[in-house]
T-cell receptor, first 113, second 113 residues
Framework: DTEVTQTPKHLVMGMTNKKSLKCEQH?????MYWYKQKAKKPPELMFV???????INESVPSRFSPECPNSSLLNLHLHALQPEDSALYLC????????????FGQGTRLTVV | AQSVTQLGSHVSVSEGALVLLRCNYS??????LFWYVQYPNQGLQLLLK??????LVKGINGFEAEFKKSETSFHLTKPSAHMSDAAEYFC???????????FGKGTTLSVSS
């Protein structure tokens, strides 16, 4: 199984809502990532979890709150988002080696209204 | 610091023509390099990677890339383009610390019949 599964595929939320994005992998990877991608732009790294601990936070606003409940799951909790946060949110996982590729999920298309 | 530069934000070819997408890297250590493809509203799929060893790397869907240290390049080629190759292509390098990938700005490949 080389899949990273993200749910939901699409999400529309108001600026006062609280929602969560979910990501799951069963490849035994101990590094997991959240990326944000705007249209016609490359993915921008948001967070990195290594062995279920947050290792990198790329100065992401606190309205985005990541969580790694176990080695297979990664969540991104959303609260009080702004319309400019609308984007494709990608989850990825990899082994804990620099020479390894990351496997990406299909993404969640988020629209903030 | 590690970085990649993709030359040409948009490349157009005819079906059956050679595809050449350019990527140059900057790295203070031997780099690990990757090419990913992204179809509309989807996640990223690995095409190929260079870690060590053979400098000509073959990937999926008939793509290959050659690592040239003297030119700090890792260009992606395919001898004969298909309509299905139309997509966004990203070159990436492993970060110096940790396992996250650093992406280039991407190249949109268009294929005409």
């Amino acid at each position: 199984d080389t899949e990273v599964t993200q749910t939901p595929k699409h999400l529309v939320m108001g600026m006062t809502n609280k929602k969560s994005l979910k990501c799951e992998q069963h490849m035994g990877h101990r590094a997991m990532y959240w990326y944000k991608q705007k249209a016609k732009k490359p993915p921008e790294l948001m967070f990195v979890y290594s062995y279920e601990k947050l290792s990198i936070n790329e100065s992401v606003p606190s309205r985005f709150s990541p969580e790694c409940p176990n080695s297979s799951l990664l969540n991104l909790h959303l609260h009080a988002l702004q319309p400019e946060d609308s984007a494709l949110y990608l989850c990825a996982s990899s082994r804990e080696d620099r020479n390894t590729e990351a496997f990406f999920g299909q993404g969640t298309r988020l629209t903030v209204v | 610091a590690q970085s990649v530069t993709q030359l040409g934000s948009h490349v157009s070819v005819s079906e059956g023509a050679l595809v050449l997408l350019r990527c140059n890297y900057s790295s203070s250590v031997p780099p690990y390099l990757f090419w990913y493809v992204q179809y509309p509203n989807q996640g990223l799929q690995l095409l190929l990677k260079y870690t060590t060893g053979a400098t000509l790397v073959k990937g999926i869907n008939g793509f290959e890339a050659e690592f040239k240290k003297s030119e700090t390049s890792f260009h992606l080629t395919k001898p004969s383009a298909h309509m299905s190759d139309a997509a966004e292509y990203f070159c990436a390098v492993s970060a110096l610390a940790g396992t996250a990938l650093i992406f280039g700005k991407g190249t949109t490949l268009s294929v005409s019949s």
